[in-house]
């Protein structure tokens, strides 16, 4: 039987992003299945629902009832949206299944087959279904225009007749995909940056993209899969104690540092805030999670007092959404080139001997499959015998 494939619109106020464009649509009609779109999921991409039909896409009221198929979407979905799915449905997105135990627990109630996209193995495979990779790359891009946006000064050197103005001092902590990318922009933009992190491949990482590395001497903290560590307690006290210098000296701070399944590493506090220059400027990426920097709130921009002025302090909230279009656009690819995995000739054929579909599948028939999830969510309970096992390959704290 065809499988339809739905396109979710987003609900969650402040998410514009959208999990298919015309583009993708077309590549998932090549597949063989038919696509609804619920109308209006465009409009904040700026995708409008003639684009979609034009593309060959059905336009569906966003509250007409779903059949089972596969539902594409962007935020993981509410407890009670998922126990409102049809039973067999199978649902492609984001779960942040660690934040969110309860629409875990809906979906098995629910019989729901659920893949979280955050949680594939980061295999070169894998790299064009890479959601983290896509939408990191966008929020790195985008600290580093909040920054500049803040600033109220020139980023790059500049001479003049006039005379010569100073290039903005970045530093970067935290330099994965998103930190990469605003160490590239920073540059980009005529700054000069620096960066430091834990793992040991990020020091030559850093200077691919031309920042300078501080090497802490505190030595590296890698849990495998090219993941970091949680720092000890006095490794990591050492570790602000070390980087309090070089915020000092900072104009911009950029912080994105996170710890599979943790709480983002407190890197910068409210005391070394205090001990920065005024007019500089931090951008917390981690604000949603924790926070790298004590006091940032998530969609909040505070001005800070300091000696002579105040240093204005932004936490980051929705932050791919600042970008809609193009993080829709590499989204809806990440999820179309998914669904290829999973619909052979208008069908669906669920392949669990495939290690993206056995990592990141989080329930099936009745179960929480995926063991690291069950235990959060549970106790531990998965059903080994549905072969999943799957360590994730990535939880957000
Ligand atoms: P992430 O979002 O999990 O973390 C961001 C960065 O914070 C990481 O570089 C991490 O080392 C760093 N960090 C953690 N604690 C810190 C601390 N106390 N101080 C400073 N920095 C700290 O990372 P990510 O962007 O998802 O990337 C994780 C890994 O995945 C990297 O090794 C990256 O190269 C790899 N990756 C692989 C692929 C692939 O397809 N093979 C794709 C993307 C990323």
């Known amino acids: 039987m065809t499988i339809h494939v739905r396109v979710r619109a987003e609900s969650s106020p402040g998410e514009r992003r959208v999990a298919a464009t015309p583009d993708s649509v077309k590549k998932l009609l090549a597949s063989g299945a038919t696509v609804e779109v619920e109308s ?12 979609y039909e034009a593309a060959g896409a ?56 659920s893949f979280a996209l955050d949680l594939l193995p980061r295999i070169s495979r894998a790299q064009s279904m890479d959601v983290l990779s896509s939408q990191a790359l966008l929020a790195g891009y985008r600290l580093v225009t909040l920054a500049a946006d803040a600033f109220g000064r020139m980023f790059g050197m500049t001479m003049t007749a006039a005379g010569t103005l100073a290039p903005a001092r970045v530093l970067v902590l935290g330099a994965g995909v998103a930190g990469l990318q605003a160490i590239a922009t920073a540059k980009r933009l005529g700054g000069v940056v620096s960066a430091n992190d834990v793992r040991a491949a990020s020091a030559d990482e850093v200077r691919s993209v031309g920042g300078t590395f501080i090497d802490l001497d505190l030595g590296t903290a890698e849990a495998g899969g090219g993941y970091a560590k949680e720092l000890a307690e006095d490794r990591a006290r050492r570790q602000q104690e070390l980087l309090a210098p070089h915020i000092a000296a900072s104009d911009i701070v950029i912080t994105t ?40 709130v998530p969609g909040e921009r505070s001005s800070i007092p300091v000696t002579g002025g105040a240093v204005t302090l932004i936490g980051a909230r929705d932050i791919q959404s600042d970008l809609a279009p193009d993080a829709s656009k590499l989204y ?46 549970e106790g531990g309970r998965a059903s080994a015998s549905r072969g999943s096992g799957a360590k994730p390959q990535k939880e957000r704290a």
């Open 40 to 51: 209006g999921a465009g409009l904040g991409s700026l995708l409008t629902d003639a684009a």
């Open 257 to 296: 540092a996170a710890v599979p399944g943790r709480a983002a590493p407190r890197l910068v506090t409210a005391a070394m805030v205090s001990a920065m220059k005024p007019g500089s400027v931090l951008v917390d990426l981690a604000a949603e999670s924790g926070g790298n920097i004590e006091g940032s």
């Open 58 to 113: 059905r336009i569906v009221d966003r509250d007409q009832a779903r059949s089972p198929g596969i539902l594409l979407h962007v935020l993981p979905l509410t407890p009670s949206e998922v126990a409102a799915l049809p039973a067999g449905t199978v649902t492609v997105g984001t779960l942040d299944a660690f934040q969110n135990p309860a629409a875990v627990a809906a979906a098995r109630d629910a019989n729901v087959t």
């Open 332 to 377: 809806a690819m990440n999820c179309a080139n998914f669904a290829a995995l999973i619909v052979k000739e208008g069908e669906l054929v669920l392949d669990f001997d495939d290690e993206l579909l056995s990592g990141s599948v989080v329930t099936r028939d009745g179960a929480i499959v995926n063991e690291r999830v069950a235990a959060a969510v």
